[in-house]
């Protein structure tokens, strides 16, 4: 399933690389125009919410839009009532709230703003952290909203900006999985690429992360943030990483639940229809962007130098694969799974009760069999193995 590519979002740009690159939400979220709902658009900073808002409202005769990182801005929306925010909604055709976590009780300012206009002016309001804004919206306004998820530059989007021509992103495979696709990474040189990654993960892990949620050890928190960077592939536990930062195992959830929640990180679960050997309560964790998770750990060394290249080739796998299918709409869970004698099936899909597996292989030619437990407990399930050779066929949703 392919969705319409609308959206532009200008990347720096080095010889042979992208100018722009069209994102595959517009056309969905067009979709959803004039139904009396409100947009709601989550993300991390610097994915494109900003560039996305601007091309929605491109055709809009009278659009309104609110910087909810400044105070001005963010005052007007505070203390929602109704008549001040009709007023302010006055001759608009289209409203638009940029990081409208910023605002106290957001979700009641939505659902005024909704009831306000109807369907005569489209209100869409983007958010980087879902602790704040979605528990808040969902509360307030529930049923007068449409959420959406917008991810740094998925495969599918930088393939589209080549024209389709999967040769190029091929080509720029090593720079993807050591660098990752952050609008202002994609088209930036290996050296910049470096400096904006740290500043991004400066901003997304410690700045907002310290500002929403409670910490109380920041050193123990950046070293659990390391510690899933180092994990990734592998099952991870609450009390193993509480012995390894030295905090209590509430805390790390609440911590990894934080993560969870401003998109820095995602967490699998492990497959079971309660065959008695299947792990049931086993979680892995993944980066949405492996420049992130390299950043984390201060490590940009080419594959050639790494030792963690099955590592980084398993995260950038599932992390895309999620997006194509949050993309496409598919409705697809996504899991891991293992048994108790360590059996494994990397990644696991159940899509209306239909299930597919696939391993991922980095080094070339390597083969692998679906586990028999697994091949016995869910018969005639599809099986593949993923390799730099065929990713293209599994990231075409």
């Given at each position: 399933m392919r969705i319409g590519w609308c959206i532009i979002c200008r990347a720096k740009e080095t010889k042979g690389e992208l100018k722009m690159v069209a994102r595959h939400i517009e056309t969905p979220i067009?979709?959803?125009?004039?139904?009396?709902?409100?947009?709601?658009?989550?993300?991390?900073?610097?994915?494109?919410?900003?560039?996305?808002?601007?091309?929605?409202?491109?055709?809009?005769?009278?659009?309104?839009?609110?910087?909810?990182?400044?105070?001005?801005?963010?005052?007007?929306?505070?203390?929602?009532?109704?008549?001040?925010?009709?007023?302010?909604?006055?001759?608009?055709?289209?409203?638009?709230?940029?990081?409208?976590?910023?605002?106290?009780?957001?979700?009641?300012?939505?659902?005024?703003?909704?009831?306000?206009?109807?369907?005569?002016?489209?209100?869409?309001?983007?958010?980087?952290?879902?602790?704040?804004?979605?528990?808040?919206?969902?509360?307030?306004?529930?049923?007068?909203?449409?959420?959406?998820?917008?991810?740094?530059?998925?495969?599918?989007?930088?393939?589209?900006?080549?024209?389709?021509?999967?040769?190029?992103?091929?080509?720029?495979?090593?720079?993807?999985?050591?660098?990752?696709?952050?609008?202002?990474?994609?088209?930036?040189?290996?050296?910049?690429?470096?400096?904006?990654?740290?500043?991004?993960?400066?901003?997304?892990?410690?700045?907002?992360?310290?500002?929403?949620?409670?910490?109380?050890?920041?050193?123990?928190?950046?070293?659990?943030?390391?510690?899933?960077?180092?994990?990734?592939?592998?099952?991870?536990?609450?009390?193993?990483?509480?012995?390894?930062?030295?905090?209590?195992r509430l805390t790390v959830e609440t911590y990894l639940d934080l993560l969870e929640k401003t998109f820095v990180v995602f967490r699998l679960p492990s497959f079971s229809r309660n065959a008695r050997n299947e792990l049931r309560k086993g979680r892995k964790v993944y980066f949405w962007d492996n420049g992130i998770r390299n950043a984390v750990i201060d490590n940009f060394a080419p594959l050639a130098l790494r030792t963690d290249i099955g590592a980084l080739w398993e995260n950038w796998m599932v992390a895309e694969r999620r997006k194509a299918v949050d993309y496409a709409q598919s409705g697809a869970h996504s899991y891991f799974w293992r048994t108790l004698t360590q059996s494994e099936v990397d990644y696991v899909e159940e899509t209306d009760g239909q299930l597919s597996a696939w391993e991922f292989k980095y080094g070339g030619g390597r083969k692998a069999r679906l586990p028999a437990p697994f091949a016995t407990a869910y018969p005639g399930t599809p099986f593949g193995v993923v390799t730099p050779e065929n990713y293209e066929d599994f990231l075409a949703i």
């Open positions: 067009r979709s959803d125009f004039g139904k009396g709902k409100a947009i709601l658009v989550l993300g991390a900073r610097q994915v494109g919410k900003t560039t996305l808002l601007e091309q929605l409202s491109r055709n809009a005769a009278h659009p309104v839009r609110f910087d909810c990182d400044n105070p001005d801005d963010r005052a007007l929306l505070a203390n929602p009532d109704k008549t001040r925010l009709t007023a302010l909604a006055a001759g608009a055709d289209m409203l638009l709230v940029d990081e409208a976590q910023r605002v106290p009780e957001i979700g009641m300012v939505l659902k005024m703003l909704v009831d306000a206009v109807g369907r005569k002016t489209q209100v869409v309001a983007t958010g980087s952290s879902a602790l704040e804004l979605a528990q808040g919206v969902f509360e307030s306004a529930a049923g007068r909203v449409f959420e959406y998820r917008l991810y740094p530059f998925s495969y599918g989007e930088l393939v589209g900006a080549a024209s389709g021509d999967g040769r190029v992103e091929r080509r720029l495979l090593e720079k993807r999985l050591v660098y990752g696709s952050y609008p202002e990474v994609a088209g930036a040189s290996e050296h910049d690429a470096r400096r904006i990654l740290c500043a991004i993960a400066d901003g997304a892990l410690y700045k907002d992360v310290f500002s929403l949620g409670s910490i109380r050890k920041p050193d123990a928190f950046v070293r659990l943030v390391q510690c899933l960077a180092l994990q990734v592939g592998n099952e991870v536990s609450s009390g193993e990483l509480a012995g390894m930062t030295g905090l209590d």
